[in-house]
């Protein structure tokens, strides 16, 4: 028994089920979730820093409770690609959030959010209580 196979249809095939297959693995950073995030921690700050081209202010919104940080928003497609044939897509589009949990006591009443050039950067002060002591020692 024959088959007529088409080998480059078939290899499209597999690339689309390889790809399937691994569009839902997520690394344990979390780094391919959108928005792309980096977290820094000073002494007195947890400072996180998030990609979000294309966005203004007023289209992320920021909250923080119970020691989880959430970064939410909605990425609008461009309206100039409207009625055309997408080739390639790898920008995303459509509502997103992205929660991080910050693993010590932040004074929420103190938090700053600051957006530039479509970075946001959100400052969270440490808690007096979880911030480094420098600790005299007395001579005697």
């Known amino acids: 028994m024959l088959w ?3 080998v480059f249809s078939e290899m499209e095939r597999l690339r689309r089920e390889m790809n399937n297959l691994f569009s839902n693995y ?8 959108y928005p792309l995030m980096n977290v820094y921690d000073d002494k007195d700050n947890i400072i996180v820093s998030a990609e ?3 966005l203004s202010k007023e289209q992320v919104n920021i909250t923080f409770s119970d020691g989880t940080l959430a970064l939410s928003g ?3 497609p461009l309206a100039k ?4 044939t997408v080739i390639r897509k790898e ?19 103190a938090i700053r959010a600051s957006f530039s050039n479509g970075i946001l950067t959100v400052t969270l002060p440490k808690s007096e209580e979880v911030k480094p002591k420098t600790i005299s020692i007395e001579a005697k």
């Open 4 to 6: 007529n196979v088409d």
């Open 26 to 33: 997520e690394p344990a950073s979390g780094a391919t979730t």
């Open 52 to 54: 979000l081209p294309g």
């Open 74 to 76: 909605k990425q609008q």
């Open 81 to 84: 690609t409207k009625g055309m």
């Open 91 to 109: 920008r995303s589009e459509g509502d997103f959030e992205k929660t991080l949990r910050v693993p010590v006591k932040i004074k929420q009443d």
